[in-house]
């Protein structure tokens, strides 16, 4: 965009790239420029660094795309590496999770034969898989399905799951579901409407299939319960105490491996539901009753409850927030390449509805409800001060910060510059300055600029003259979405810079610790 940036070396790019992509286009950069940008740089990279990253991004940050590109690339460098049969096993929270690390090796890096490295902890962990697993992961359909993995990496079945295996191969996984207790939601619902002769009937089968499903905690996985919550409501009325008991159970959330925004996602999801007889329809048929289906008035209770339990969700989710001590300034980029504009998407992934400003709203009003005296600025075009609210719960907040943030205008980030300038010109001290951006600004000119004010420069200069006035105040960028491996931040003038969409991204901070440091250190300490 015109302004000087300043280069990650290889191991800051390679983190700062993994911990902020699925993998796919973002408003900078196609998919394949993304991968490109990973490869090279975990290339210049030891392969223990990068090993240990693929195991922070895919156990910790729970990022499952860009781990599965390092664990493929890692492929041929392991040879001999007494720790690689190790890592491979490591590297699998999921069994499906072999099926993308293969599919990367064979496909986009066009090798045939699978390392031994790779085969021995695909093959560990084959073997450790029960009945459950193997049912709910037989990925049929897939490129690389349970079966091809069996076929290509010869498991040797235990006593536990030799039936189940047996099951797999022999009868194409028919007859798996009696071999447990646990149900399996997206299996049951589409079973429930096979066969039915009239719509209440498949109301009711989808109902008992949600009930009998929520019973079980195993069956019902905190990220199935989110994706569910609409089916739940709609179906099973009755189940929604379960759901919310669930949903507020500080162990189960804390112990889900989701990234903070899911929750999001969910909570917009519901507080969209509208009734099927329209907002206000009364009008009740003896059928709708006789199958659950919730009056207008009732649903308007539901989604309270719902919506109330998915705030108290994120508050357990990110116990991990810090208070930092005086005062914290937090900023917010509200620009087109965060929010998306004519000039392209902002959405994180192909299948989502979030764009990076609203993990950035977000992660901004988690901090602001731990702080006793803050100050929220969002900036585009121009700096738009944000009147924090704190009887307000964070889902509604993040919901208020996007709204009021529209009139920032998406053309530029001039807005940072006036924050910056104004700090100094006006004498305004302050403790903590946390930005929430992609670590894109454009050049201050008048081509970019569209207020009064069109002073030539650029923001390294003018975070220079701020550096110099308040040598002290603790700073710290969070990168949400990384291109071309560079900041705008120069790391030299005692900046914290974290990129991540996870609530990882606290602890770095509350670390305050200069550059990628703090979190490159916790990455190191993984033992394989």
Not at 67 to 92: D, I, N, P, Q
């Amino acid at each position: 965009m015109g302004s000087p940036a300043f280069k990650l070396d290889p191991r800051e790019e390679l983190v700062s790239s993994v911990l902020t992509t699925f993998v796919q286009k973002s408003y900078y950069e196609s998919e394949n420029a993304i991968v490109n940008r990973i490869k090279k740089a975990s290339a210049e990279v030891d392969p223990l660094f990068v090993a240990k990253l693929a195991l922070y991004a895919r156990r910790e940050a729970n990022m499952r795309s860009s781990s599965h590109l390092l664990a493929g690339e890692l492929a041929g460098r392991t040879s001999g590496l007494e720790w690689a049969g190790r890592f491979y096993t490591k590297v699998l929270v999921r069994p499906d999770d072999m099926a993308e690390i293969l599919s990367y090796y064979k496909n986009v890096m066009k090798q045939k034969a699978i390392p031994n490295a790779m085969r021995r902890g695909f093959k560990a962990k084959l073997e450790s898989m029960d009945a459950y697993l193997i049912d709910k992961y037989k990925m049929a359909g897939r490129d690389i399905s349970l079966t091809d993995l069996v076929n290509l990496i010869r498991p040797v079945p235990t006593q536990a799951n030799t039936e189940a295996y047996r099951l797999l191969m022999k009868e194409g996984g028919k007859g798996l579901d009696k071999l447990y207790g646990s149900k399996i939601l997206e299996k049951e619902m589409s079973k429930a409407g096979k066969g039915k002769s009239s719509e209440k009937a498949v109301k009711e089968a989808k109902k008992e299939a949600i009930e009998d499903t929520l019973a079980n905690v195993k069956g019902m996985p905190i990220f199935n319960l989110l994706r569910n919550l609409r089916n739940i409501v709609m179906y099973a009325p009755d189940s929604v105490d379960e759901a919310i008991r669930q949903l507020t159970n500080m162990q189960t959330i804390r112990k889900s491996r989701l990234l903070p925004f899911r929750f999001l996602s969910a909570y917009n999801e519901i507080n969209i539901m509208t009734h099927s007889g329209g907002p206000e329809s009364t009008i009740m048929f003896e059928s709708d009753v006789e199958s659950g289906k919730v009056s207008a008035a009732e649903l308007r209770v539901i989604k309270v409850r719902v919506l109330n339990a998915l705030e108290k969700a994120i508050e357990l989710a990110c116990y991990n927030i810090p208070e930092l001590e005086g005062r914290t300034a937090i900023l917010i980029d509200h620009s087109g390449s965060m929010r998306g504009d004519r000039g392209g998407s902002s959405l994180v992934s192909t299948f989502s509805k979030v764009t990076s400003t609203a993990i950035a709203n977000l992660f901004a009003a988690m901090l602001l409800t731990k702080q006793p005296d803050v100050y929220v600025g969002m900036f585009g075009d121009r700096l738009l001060n944000y009147k924090v609210k704190r009887g307000m719960g964070i889902m509604q907040m993040v919901n208020d910060i996007h709204d009021q943030g529209d009139a920032c205008g998406k053309g530029t980030e001039h807005g940072i510059f006036t924050f910056f300038r104004e700090l100094v010109e006006q004498d305004i001290p302050v403790d903590n300055i946390i930005v929430f951006s992609d670590m894109v600004i454009g050049e201050h000119t008048p081509f970019y600029g569209t207020t009064r004010d069109t002073t030539r420069g650029n923001f390294p200069e003018t975070f220079k003259r701020f550096r110099k006035k308040y040598p002290h105040t603790k700073v710290a960028s969070v990168d949400i979405r990384q291109t071309d491996g560079t900041t705008v931040f120069n790391k030299n003038l005692q900046v914290t810079q974290v990129a991540g969409w996870s609530d990882k991204i606290f602890d770095v901070i509350s670390a305050g610790t200069a550059g990628y440091k703090a979190l490159i250190e916790e990455i190191e300490k993984i033992v394989i």
